[in-house]
């Protein structure tokens, strides 16, 4: 709030000189010697080079975490009989008595095979059997074609998407019929290397360990013990495909200085 202003100061000051000059010079030293009015809200304060505050710096981009990127919450049923058929599928794949997803070292990206979202979803939710067992085929993560991405699995589960590694990696998948219809789908591959790079750095996940499904053979982190699935792949993102899409996401880390770790050292499947 404004101080209110003396009304008779001046006044006081005018009948002390005869001279307009005079006049002048007393209202000055009047004023001088008085406390200070408040000053105008329009007025901009004079401040001295040595007083001024130095701009703060602005902060460098490489100093920035990857944000996280918009993700909607979209569940798909997961209730305790799913999580024991969780249970059951680590046992006899990996040889692991959980159903949950602990430290993640492994990114894989799929495409859909299909030109929307509702019936990926409905696939995911339904928990039919895959391959002759359950549980059924999910995925952490969907992102539709106008870049938009739907999470439907916590990432604290397993789910199952991609044999041999299940027991380590979070899934992406993408709405669309092949690898070329996302890369050719800028709201979409942006999507996809936000949402892959923010999960890398979360998880401190490799640039190597970010894989295509048509990968997962030569990944040195695959494990599969039982001996009919253990060729099983597909062919969704290939190896060339996959290289255009690390480039891109190793773009994009340099900008927030996500480490990529080191060059991929893949590993005969024997398939």
Request: proline residues 9%; aromatic residues 8%; charged residues 15%.
């Amino acid at each position: 709030m404004f101080e209110p202003k003396s009304q008779n100061r001046s006044a006081r000051c005018v009948r002390g000189g005869v001279a307009l000059v005079v006049a002048a010079v007393l209202a000055a030293a009047c004023t001088a010697g008085s406390s200070p009015s408040a000053a105008s809200p329009l007025a901009t304060p004079t401040v001295s080079d040595s007083n001024r505050a130095s701009p703060s710096p602005s902060p460098s981009i490489t100093e920035l975490p990857a944000p996280r990127p918009g993700i909607i919450w979209k569940p798909i049923p997961f209730p305790h009989s799913r999580k024991q058929e969780m249970l059951a599928y680590a046992g006899r794949h990996y040889g692991l008595n959980t159903f949950k997803l602990v430290h993640p070292q492994v990114i894989v990206e799929h495409f859909t095979a299909s030109n929307t979202f509702a019936p990926v979803f409905n696939t995911f939710a339904a928990d039919t059997p895959h391959l002759g067992e359950r549980p059924g085929t999910c995925a952490h993560f969907v992102i539709d074609t106008d870049g938009t991405i739907y999470q439907l699995v916590p990432l604290g589960l397993m789910c199952r998407h991609t044999v041999g590694l299940n027991y380590t990696a979070v899934g992406i998948e993408m709405v669309g019929q092949s690898d070329q219809d996302i890369l050719g789908n800028p709201p979409q591959l942006s999507a996809a290397l936000n949402l892959t790079l923010w999960l890398m750095q979360r998880f401190n996940i490799e640039l190597r360990n970010v894989i295509g499904h048509n990968e997962s053979l030569t990944s040195p982190l695959h494990k599969e013990l039982v001996a009919s699935f253990r060729c099983q792949t597909h062919q969704d993102w290939n190896h060339a495909d996959m290289e255009l899409f690390r480039q891109r996401l190793s773009r994009l880390a340099a900008r927030f200085s996500v480490p990529l770790g080191p060059s991929a050292t893949p590993v005969e499947s024997g398939c």
